[in-house]
């Protein structure tokens, strides 16, 4: 039961983070600079090459953990603009990594790929968010 109220109050955080950052007014002037995009897999070989993704206005990052994850972001001041991440990692993972870039970053955007397209679906998966939001900068 103890377990079930830890998942629930993260959850719950979470969501107050992501309500928090997506509140925000932003300013969608259009936009040369080079974007900073952190791509979270389970596995190194899940993430694609950088030759594989579409965009070419974005600085690409990788990771497969939450010490990779805080590594990258201290690596780049906390200015990481976009962090896609894989269903490959356990969901208790991915919240303790969601849960690190909310506390540290009120700008960076987090999207999280369902599990029903598996692996596969993470290259199309990427390039449709960073087309989604860089064609529009």
């Given at each position: 039961m103890?377990?079930?109220y830890?998942k629930?109050?993260?959850?719950?955080?979470?969501?107050?983070?992501?309500?928090?950052?997506?509140a925000?007014?932003?300013?969608?002037?259009?936009s040369n600079?080079?974007?900073?995009?952190l791509?979270?897999?389970r596995?190194?070989?899940?993430?694609?090459?950088?030759n594989?993704?579409?965009?070419?206005n974005?600085?690409?990052?990788?990771?497969?953990?939450l010490?990779e994850?805080k590594?990258?972001f201290e690596?780049?001041?906390i200015?990481?603009?976009?962090?896609?991440?894989?269903?490959g990692?356990?969901?208790?993972?991915?919240l303790e990594?969601v849960?690190?870039?909310?506390t540290n970053?009120n700008?960076?955007?987090?999207?999280?790929?369902?599990k029903?397209t598996?692996?596969?679906?993470f290259?199309?998966?990427?390039?449709n968010?960073?087309?989604g939001?860089?064609?529009?900068?």
């Amino acid at each position: 039961m103890n377990t079930l109220y830890k998942k629930l109050g993260l959850t719950l955080t979470l969501l107050f983070c992501f309500v928090l950052v997506n509140a925000q007014d932003t300013d969608n002037t259009k936009s040369n600079e080079m974007k900073k995009v952190l791509i979270v897999g389970r596995l190194a070989a899940n993430i694609p090459n950088v030759n594989e993704i579409v965009v070419t206005n974005a600085a690409l990052f990788a990771a497969t953990n939450l010490e990779e994850v805080k590594l990258v972001f201290e690596r780049n001041n906390i200015k990481i603009d976009i962090v896609i991440m894989g269903a490959g990692i356990d969901l208790e993972n991915r919240l303790e990594i969601v849960k690190y870039i909310f506390t540290n970053s009120n700008s960076t955007t987090v999207h999280m790929k369902d599990k029903a397209t598996g692996p596969e679906g993470f290259l199309p998966f990427i390039n449709n968010v960073l087309k989604g939001i860089l064609d529009k900068n």
